[in-house]
């Protein structure tokens, strides 16, 4: 299933003051050959009936509970609880609470506000913040499997096959969008299970005009069968190598009804529910 990439984007920003990123234009401009796009196809064919099948591609909303914890200079920092509310194809609400503050982040395509219960403020997001949020959309599983890409124009190649531990082997998708910008999926090969996903963007220096390239990387573990759909219930997130967090999943529900005003800005605080 989808993971909230903004479980850690969002709170990464807040926990050790990660820069705001900016966009990625990287360069994959060759032509792909038919044989290598049709064995994408079907690695992305095999990734969904791994997952469930037709009941995957029945869900419609997702509800998400756990934990999600830092990582700073290889040491893991306090959990903080979240609640995540996921509405396809692209409505999201997350709710943090962490010693007794509740914070609030709802999405609904290219709008967004958010909820700061330490400073009782409501506001719409910030762009960098809406972009976060399209970024994490653009780079889901969902997004692969369900083929929303298809709509911006990607285009797929088979990248091959990779080492991912002791005698095990990923292959690997890789999504290109027509800006430049790509992410690559690894799927088990033996167990066609999404493994991991891995894109590199531009993130601007703190205090500075200038910008670095930096290689993300989420690696999906602990799959859980919930009434016939396969979940990862453990996400850990890289940049560069380094580990930066973990979310780590208590439960999981689909198809539960989200009512529309979930994901509506509150007139004001004391309308926020």
Not at 20 to 41: C, N
Request: proline letters at 4%; hydrophobic letters at 35%; glycine letters at 8%.
């Amino acid at each position: 299933m989808k993971i909230s990439k903004r479980l850690f984007q969002f709170l990464m920003l807040l926990a050790v003051g990660c820069s705001v990123p900016v966009s990625l234009a990287a360069q994959d401009a060759k032509p792909t050959p038919p044989a290598q796009t049709e064995k994408a196809e079907e690695i992305i064919k095999r990734g969904i009936e791994a997952l469930g099948g037709t009941a995957y591609l029945n869900v419609q909303s997702v509800v998400g509970r756990g934990f999600f914890t830092a990582y700073q200079d290889g040491v893991s920092q306090l959990p903080t609880r979240f609640l995540d509310y996921l509405a396809f194809p692209d409505k999201e609400r997350t709710e943090f609470f962490n010693l007794g503050i509740r914070v609030v982040q709802t999405n609904t395509g290219a709008t967004g506000w958010l909820y700061d219960g330490a400073t009782k403020s409501l506001h719409d997001q910030k762009p960098a913040q809406i972009e976060d949020f399209k970024r994490s959309m653009r780079t889901s599983v969902e997004n692969l499997l369900r083929g929303w890409w298809r709509k911006e124009g990607g285009t797929l190649r088979y990248a091959g096959r990779r080492e991912a531990g002791l005698a095990r082997r990923n292959e690997t998708v890789r999504l290109t969008y027509p800006d430049g910008f790509w992410i690559e999926y690894e799927f088990g090969a033996k167990d066609g299970l999404p493994a991991k996903v891995i894109y590199k963007r531009d993130r601007r220096l703190e205090d500075s005009e200038e910008t670095e390239e930096i290689t993300e990387e989420d690696r999906l573990a602990k799959p859980v069968n919930i009434d016939g759909v396969i979940a990862a219930y453990v996400v850990d997130h890289f940049i560069n190598g380094i580990q930066t967090s973990r979310i780590n999943y208590e439960s999981i529900e689909f198809n539960r009804p989200l009512a529309a005003s979930l994901f509506a800005k509150p007139e004001n605080i004391k309308a926020l529910k």
